[in-house]
């Protein structure tokens, strides 16, 4: 059965809710409420986000979570108090550790991290391993795939001139032609 794994701790959650125990989300800057009312268990959560298939246990974190997850509300209360043991220091810092790297936007910045450093290994393994003529076309395009890239990157900065030299306004479609 699929699980949902919250990457914001309800016990979190749970200080947000109103009278009937739901969240309820609001625009600020209109002061607007822009949905219904949720309980804390329906949202900030991933189905099967704690499953990590590089294990031979895809669910191993399971076992080692609770240790941190379940003293989470009293060590609220000791982090409010100020009283701090080496245990509850521990305890804190295995919680906040997990949910740095396990939260949707810390997968997706560490993927984008290891494919900045495993790509050029993987495209050097690659290269070693082809033919003459094959070695000249994968290295084309990857010469393609550079420039395509610089290419964006000066595009961004040309758009950007128009706001840095308004006299040079109507030089922007001279500059736009390169998109």
Not at 38 to 65: A, H, M, Q, V
Not at 67 to 89: Q, R, S, Y
């Amino acid at each position: 059965m699929a699980r949902k794994d919250h990457y914001v701790s309800q016990t979190y959650l749970r200080l947000f809710v109103g009278p009937k125990g739901d969240l309820v989300p609001y625009y600020k800057n209109t002061r607007a409420i822009v949905g219904k009312p949720k309980k804390p268990k329906s949202i900030c959560f991933e189905t099967e986000g704690d499953t990590n298939k590089y294990f031979e246990d895809t669910r191993l974190l399971d076992k080692f979570l609770p240790a941190f997850e379940n003293p989470w509300k009293n060590n609220l209360v000791k982090l409010e108090k100020g009283v701090l043991d080496a245990n509850t220091k521990y305890e804190l810092a295995g919680y906040i550790a997990f949910l740095r790297s396990c939260t949707p936007t810390a997968k997706r910045f560490g993927q984008q991290s290891i494919a900045g450093v495993v790509e050029p290994v993987a495209y050097k393994v690659m290269l070693s391993t082809l033919e003459k003529a094959d070695y000249l076309i994968l290295q084309r395009h990857l010469r393609l795939k550079n420039a395509a890239t610089y290419s964006r990157q000066i595009n961004s900065h040309l758009t950007q001139l128009p706001s840095l030299f308004p006299h040079m306004a109507t030089a922007r479609t001279g500059y736009t032609m390169l998109r």
